[in-house]
């Protein structure tokens, strides 16, 4: 399969993978910025994608990121059918102030194959071994 990836920003590395066997393109900052304690922010990339029908493409947090400083991805679902540019919502959950360099890697995106089905509406819903059971319901504490 191809992922075509148009570059906005020439000056930004197109997203790869790292290392073979990696699920997730790395994804980085067209930008500088600091992101503020508790702040959130949609992120430039650079990049536009091409994703193919029947796929999405997935942004995710780099565990790097959210380990050591709190920087979370929020939304994070890029329809085949969308060209606009890639933007990363980015929270910052940590302790300080986070700073964003332009070409940092920010998030990953991972490309899953999505099944597209037909929406009904039920009166009722087949029963199963959890039913309704909710948060804590397999026992957490």
Do not use: C
Not at 54 to 68: T, V
């Amino acid at each position: 399969m191809i992922l075509k990836i148009k570059s906005l920003d020439k000056s930004i590395e197109l997203p790869r993978f790292q290392r073979e066997g990696d699920a997730a393109l790395d994804i980085r900052s067209s930008e500088d910025y600091i992101l503020k304690i508790g702040e959130r922010k949609a992120v430039k990339t650079g990049i536009a994608v091409e994703i193919p029908l029947g796929y999405a493409g997935l942004i995710w947090d780099r565990s790097g990121l959210a380990a050591k400083h709190g920087i979370k991805t929020m939304g994070g679902v890029i329809d085949a059918n969308y060209r606009g540019e890639i933007l990363v919502v980015l929270k910052n959950l940590g302790e300080e102030d986070f700073k964003i360099e332009k070409g940092m890697r920010i998030a990953q995106m991972l490309i899953q194959k999505v099944e597209n089905m037909e929406v009904q509406e039920a009166e009722e819903l087949s029963d199963t071994n959890r039913g309704e059971a909710g948060f804590n319901s397999s026992g957490y504490k």
